[in-house]
């Protein structure tokens, strides 16, 4: 099964601040900050949500369409990830913005302020799916990973007046999104992500109980940080799944990302639920021991031995019929 992801392509500024921010939040006055925090190291790296979710799959030996606008800066990028087997022929570039810029800074408890620049991915809701999908040759399920909202709301719909099964991963862009937005990107979708924040904006923004979303949605997949992931179907037992502890956690920035790589990539070998949440809670283990979104690689023995020893040799063992032999460094 071949997959498309629809979102946003950029240019990650990732800084660290060795304090905590919650140390310098006077309670009282949250309604008139201002601050700065004097951060002690800046990595430039490439990211964006759809960028970094294809990378993952295109890491684990899928070749998934990427589908995104970007601007002329997007050389480097474009051919680091056609390296790890990313089709790009659904990216369009645009004669006048840069591509998007994500600047984020995280304290040493893991917490994140960030800003996001949009530029060229505006005019992602120019391009047509269906388009893609010719150019590409085709493919069966289409990821709606945040991005431009017109675009999110035109390839959703667009999923559906076509037939196209479709994942909805509208995480970042649920704070701008109001109600009647949110029900139009969630409702009908093959499945859903969210992290444990976002569960509980979506259910307030939409008036939906979980009742009500997992009528909507196929699966409704929360990632839970160090806790792992929850899964859930309608009818059906919650799935808890742990995480896999990281040697080190260097920067948690596209974690995320990579676990839906990882179970989206689970899903497309079939290995259901439980199978699919366990690889992607160890390939975002792998993200968040690397700095930057898309800077971590696949050791297929040492991600076999890492896996087993949390969930077991023998769902190692399914796991590893799919995996690739060698990745691309």
């Given at each position: 099964m071949r997959v498309a992801v629809s979102g946003s392509i950029a240019a990650d500024h990732l800084m660290t601040f060795p304090g905590?921010?919650?140390?310098?939040?006077?309670?009282?006055?949250?309604?008139r900050v201002s601050l700065s925090f004097l951060a002690d190291e800046l990595q430039i790296r490439r990211g964006g949500a759809a960028a970094n979710i294809c990378f993952g799959l295109g890491v684990l030996g899928l070749s998934p369409v990427l589908i995104g606008a970007v601007g002329a800066?997007?050389?480097?990028?474009?051919?680091?990830?056609?390296?790890?087997?990313?089709?790009?022929s659904g990216v369009r570039v645009s004669r006048e913005r840069h591509t998007a810029r994500f600047v984020c800074t995280t304290d040493r408890d893991h917490n994140q302020i960030a800003t996001f620049y949009a530029g060229a991915m505006a005019e992602a809701r120019d391009i047509g799916l269906a388009e893609v999908a010719q150019q590409a040759g085709g493919f069966e399920v289409t990821v709606i990973s945040p991005n431009d909202p017109q675009a999110m709301l035109r390839h959703t719909?667009?999923?559906r007046e076509r037939g196209y099964d479709f994942l909805a991963d509208p995480s970042q862009q649920l704070a701008i999104a109001d109600g009647q937005m949110v029900r139009e990107l969630v409702d009908g979708a093959a499945g859903l992500f969210t992290n444990e924040y976002e569960r509980q904006l979506l259910m307030q923004k939409t008036g939906w109980a979980e009742g009500d979303i997992l009528?909507?949605?196929?699966?409704?997949?929360?990632?839970?940080?160090?806790?792992?992931?929850?899964?859930?179907?309608?009818?059906?037992?919650?799935?808890?799944?742990?995480?896999?502890?990281?040697?080190?956690?260097?920067?948690?920035?596209?974690?995320?990302?990579?676990?839906?790589?990882?179970f989206i990539a689970g899903m497309t070998w079939g290995l259901g639920d439980l199978r699919s949440a366990?690889?992607?809670?160890?390939?975002a283990t792998l993200s968040l021991e690397a700095v930057g979104p898309q800077e971590y690689a696949l050791d297929g023995t040492d991600f076999l031995e890492r896996f087993a020893a949390v969930y077991g040799g023998p769902a190692a063992s399914e796991v590893a019929a799919h995996l690739p032999v060698t990745a691309p460094a």
């Open positions: 905590s921010f919650t140390e310098h939040l006077i309670e009282g006055q949250l309604d800066d997007f050389t480097d990028h474009e051919a680091w990830l056609k390296q790890h087997g990313v089709d790009t719909g667009e999923c009528g909507r949605a196929g699966v409704w997949v929360t990632t839970l940080g160090p806790a792992g992931a929850a899964i859930a179907r309608k009818g059906e037992p919650t799935i808890q799944v742990p995480a896999v502890p990281p040697r080190r956690a260097a920067d948690p920035t596209g974690a995320g990302d990579a676990f839906r790589a990882g366990q690889l992607g809670c160890t390939l």
